[in-house]
């Protein structure tokens, strides 16, 4: 773990602070999530922190950039994790929605693909559809992709999240100007006002509990209460 923190730090890649770190270990420790689902692999950093402090857990990860993805394939197979492991590449705001909804899978996914969901084998048809069956659903759901678009990945979020099961969002408090009834200034307006509103959802949700943890870039434990 240490050689991929200083890869990170060398090449600028973003990846969870030192106190937050330690938030997802303990979740991940008392919870032993079976499914988990992370947002944002980049080069595996969280994804591997899980699966090492985790008995026998299995990670999804969905990360955008191809290069990402590669360097993420090997961390995870240097340490042994890569049978545990999924890297699904594309954009999370399309990828969720083809996870909360199976029928809408897209032909270029492949058979094993359909097989470790419990689809039938053959689950993609000629129309580029797979036939309707269950979609996964995950215990746990790190949420560290494009802060912006929490909001809109959150009703598909909370599809794929078992009844009790929970998500950890990270930088939601953007160095604290979401909490605050400041109008944003223009440079991270856009972010501010829709993690404001991802942030008012959850609490007004009423199958939902969550709590705010205000440390470094500020995270939001939720808990899906109902379904
Ligand atoms: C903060 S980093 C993730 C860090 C990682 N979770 C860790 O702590 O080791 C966010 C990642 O999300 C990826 N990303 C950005 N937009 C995305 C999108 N639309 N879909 C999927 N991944 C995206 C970025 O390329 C980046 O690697």
């Given at each position: 773990?240490?050689?991929?923190?200083?890869?990170?730090?060398?090449?600028?890649?973003?990846?969870?602070?030192?106190?937050?770190?330690?938030?997802?270990?303990?979740?991940?420790?008392?919870?032993?999530?079976?499914?988990?689902?992370?947002?944002g692999?980049?080069?595996?950093?969280?994804?591997?922190?899980m699966?090492?402090?985790?008995?026998?857990?299995?990670?999804?990860?969905v990360?955008?950039?191809?290069?990402?993805?590669?360097?993420?394939?090997?961390?995870?197979?240097?340490?042994?994790?890569?049978?545990?492991?999924?890297?699904?590449?594309?954009?999370?705001?399309?990828?969720?929605?083809?996870?909360?909804?199976?029928?809408?899978?897209?032909?270029?996914?492949?058979?094993?693909?359909?097989?470790?969901?419990?689809?039938?084998?053959?689950?993609?048809?000629?129309?580029?559809?797979?036939?309707?069956?269950?979609?996964?659903q995950?215990?746990?759901?790190?949420?560290?992709?494009?802060?912006?678009?929490?909001?809109?990945?959150?009703?598909?979020?909370?599809?794929?999240l078992?009844?009790?099961?929970?998500?950890?969002?990270?930088?939601?408090?953007?160095?604290?100007?979401?909490l605050?009834?400041?109008?944003?200034k223009?440079?991270?307006?856009?972010?501010?006002?829709?993690?404001?509103?991802?942030?008012?959802?959850?609490?007004?949700?009423?199958?939902l509990?969550?709590?705010?943890?205000?440390?470094?870039?500020?995270?939001?434990?939720?808990?899906?209460?109902?379904?």
């Amino acid at each position: 773990m240490k050689e991929i923190e200083e890869f990170a730090k060398t090449n600028n890649v973003p990846i969870l602070r030192p106190q937050s770190r330690q938030i997802l270990i303990d979740l991940i420790k008392q919870n032993n999530p079976k499914n988990i689902l992370e947002i944002g692999t980049a080069i595996g950093f969280s994804g591997c922190l899980m699966l090492l402090n985790s008995k026998n857990s299995t990670l999804t990860t969905v990360e955008i950039l191809p290069t990402m993805v590669e360097i993420a394939k090997n961390n995870f197979k240097k340490l042994g994790l890569e049978n545990r492991v999924e890297i699904l590449q594309g954009d999370a705001s399309e990828i969720v929605k083809e996870l909360a909804n199976p029928r809408f899978l897209r032909e270029q996914k492949s058979s094993p693909f359909c097989e470790k969901r419990g689809f039938a084998p053959d689950c993609v048809g000629s129309g580029g559809f797979a036939t309707l069956y269950q979609p996964q659903q995950f215990d746990f759901i790190f949420l560290d992709g494009p802060k912006s678009h929490y909001f809109e990945q959150l009703p598909y979020l909370l599809k794929l999240l078992k009844k009790d099961g929970l998500i950890l969002a990270d930088n939601v408090l953007f160095m604290g100007e979401v909490l605050s009834d400041i109008y944003p200034k223009h440079k991270h307006r856009t972010i501010i006002l829709k993690l404001r509103k991802f942030i008012e959802t959850v609490q007004s949700n009423p199958s939902l509990e969550s709590k705010i943890i205000d440390i470094e870039d500020g995270l939001i434990l939720i808990k899906k209460i109902t379904n």
